[in-house]
């Protein structure tokens, strides 16, 4: 799961996919792509962008639902919890216990 995530956020325009839908999430695959063009500039095809989609799904960083003949996209920052987790940082010493 871990290779899924770390090649999900390896590329730019899904980094800023994800930025998009941290932003607004329960985005249909037009208003991703509407977002992507007017803010970004990014003059990406549908299809890109729903395979882009797909992987960020793949990797669980990108939930779907269907209502109806429309299909949403939410994100889910559970895998990214779960990498954090994986490498605790240790505690850092208060100002009290830092020596010069």
Same mark, same amino acid.
């Given at each position: 799961?871990?290779?899924?995530?770390? #090649?999900?956020?390896?590329?730019?325009? *899904?980094?800023?996919?994800?930025?998009? @839908? %941290?932003?607004?999430?329960?985005?249909? =695959?037009?208003?991703?792509?509407?977002?992507?063009?007017? #803010?970004?500039?990014?003059?990406?095809? *549908?299809?890109?962008?729903?395979?882009? @989609? %797909?992987?960020?799904?793949?990797?669980? =960083?990108?939930?779907?639902?269907?209502?109806?003949?429309? #299909?949403?996209?939410?994100?889910?920052?559970?895998?990214?919890?779960?990498?954090?987790?994986?490498?605790?940082?240790?505690?850092?010493?208060?100002?009290?216990?830092?020596?010069?």
């Amino acid at each position: 799961m871990a290779d899924d995530l770390f #090649k999900a956020l390896a590329d730019p325009t *899904r980094r800023t996919i994800l930025d998009e @839908l %941290a932003e607004k999430s329960g985005q249909t =695959l037009f208003e991703v792509c509407s977002r992507l063009s007017v #803010k970004h500039r990014l003059g990406i095809s *549908r299809q890109a962008v729903s395979q882009h @989609l %797909a992987v960020l799904e793949a990797a669980g =960083l990108v939930e779907t639902r269907r209502e109806g003949r429309y #299909k949403f996209h939410d994100l889910n920052t559970e895998p990214l919890r779960q990498i954090a987790e994986r490498w605790p940082l240790p505690d850092a010493p208060g100002p009290q216990e830092s020596t010069p």
